[in-house]
Nanobody, 123 residues
Framework: QVQLVESGGGLVQPGGSLRLSCAAS????????MGWFRQAPGKEREFVAA????????EYADSVKGRFTISRDNAKNVVYLQMNSLEPEDTAVYFC????????????????WGQGTQVTVSS
């Protein structure tokens, strides 16, 4: 089966930056779109960003547009989320996820999930 493993989370000050990575192992992700979601304590998991299998299409939640950038390196089976101008409201566990072909924003539409990595933005 497929394993997704996130890394790169940590504690940063408001206005700081982090780059999250998601490494895939196991079955190939050919023709899979990849995404990032986040979940704050006591809240539902929410869509953050997604990228098409070829990287030509990206989508972002309004709350992160202009601050976050999703990218992928299919040769390495790695997906990245560059997070700039971080705010306390960005504090959450961040999950990477995969699904076939089409970017959809509903959490229930995604097939594969990583274990999550904690991002804390605090002064």
């Amino acid at each position: 089966q497929v394993q997704l493993v996130e890394s790169g989370g940590g504690l940063v000050q408001p206005g700081g930056s982090l780059r999250l990575s998601c490494a895939a192992s196991g079955r190939t992700f050919d023709n899979y779109v990849m995404g990032w979601f986040r979940q704050a304590p006591g809240k539902e998991r929410e869509f953050v960003a997604a990228i098409s299998w070829g990287g030509g299409i990206t989508e972002y939640a309004d709350s992160v547009k202009g601050r976050f950038t999703i990218s992928r390196d299919n040769a390495k089976n790695v997906v990245y989320l560059q997070m700039n101008s971080l705010e306390p409201e960005d504090t959450a566990v961040y999950f990477c996820a995969g699904r076939p072909y089409i970017i959809l924003r509903r959490v229930s539409e995604w097939n594969y999930w990583g274990q999550g990595t904690q991002v804390t933005v605090s002064s």
